[in-house]
């Protein structure tokens, strides 16, 4: 039973426009979550986060935004650009838990076009 | 300041066979998680170390074990290697039992099981 999915693996969009990557979870224990970016034989560094106190939280170009009724989330990226093709994990934990607790999807790769 | 490394990149190894995985924190964390990140997965936790002992474990079997010295390096042993063992070992650290979202991800080890 996976608890949180990320329904699409890849993702295209052209260099000054938005991308906008989506997360589901279940688990109605879970009110913290994460974003994390990977490159390529680098380890995930963490993007953005929000709780369940809020609906949204903003840094800079990156956006997410929480709709706790249909348990889901998204993460914004206004404008792409090239440097942010990665893959990109969704991640949800109970707050105030270890972060190991964290439970991740299976991660969405962006690729952003010139 | 050197980030979080791990040694070896890569690894071959047979079913039945141990292996032993390194990990050096960053410069003043006291705390090491590891994660298993098999193809076209999210990272799945393993277990975390803190002042030398296992405090928090996901759902691994024995099989996978670890160790953390006095200068915060760590360990990961998985022992009577399976073919499903096969994946990308990451790991993280952080500081006082990774309740942060600050985790520092190395570049992971690359295993390979034939």
Redesign the interface.
């Known amino acids: 039973d996976q608890q949180v999915k990320q329904n699409s693996p890849s993702l295209s969009v052209q260099e000054g426009r938005i991308s906008i990557l989506n997360c589901d979870y279940t688990n109605s224990m879970f009110d913290y979550f994460l974003w994390y970016k990977k490159y390529p034989a680098e380890g995930p560094t963490f993007l953005i986060s929000i709780s369940s106190i809020k609906d949204k939280n903003e840094d800079g170009r990156f956006t997410v935004f929480l709709n706790k009724s249909a348990k889901h989330l998204s993460l914004h990226i206004v404008p792409s650009q090239p440097g942010d093709s990665a893959v990109y994990f969704c991640a949800a934990r109970v707050y105030n838990t270890n972060a190991g607790k964290s439970t991740f999807g299976d991660g969405t790769t962006l690729t952003v076009k010139p | 300041d050197a980030g979080?490394t791990q040694s070896p990149t890569h690894l071959i190894k047979t079913r039945g066979q141990q292996v032993t995985l390194r990990c050096s924190p960053k410069s003043g964390h006291d705390t090491v998680?590891w994660y298993q990140q098999a193809l076209?997965?999210?990272?799945?936790?393993i277990?975390?170390y803190y002042e030398e002992e296992e405090?928090?474990r996901?759902n691994f079997p024995d099989r996978f074990s670890g160790h953390q010295f006095p200068n915060y390096s760590s360990e990961l042993n998985v022992n009577a290697l399976l073919l499903g063992d096969s994946a990308l070992y990451?790991?993280?650290s952080?500081e006082g039992?990774?309740?942060?979202?600050?985790?520092?991800?190395?570049?992971?080890t690359r295993l390979t099981v034939l």
């Open positions: 979080v998680s076209g997965q999210g990272p799945q936790f277990f975390q405090r928090q996901g990451l790991c993280a952080s039992q990774g309740f942060t979202d600050t985790q520092y991800f190395g570049p992971g």
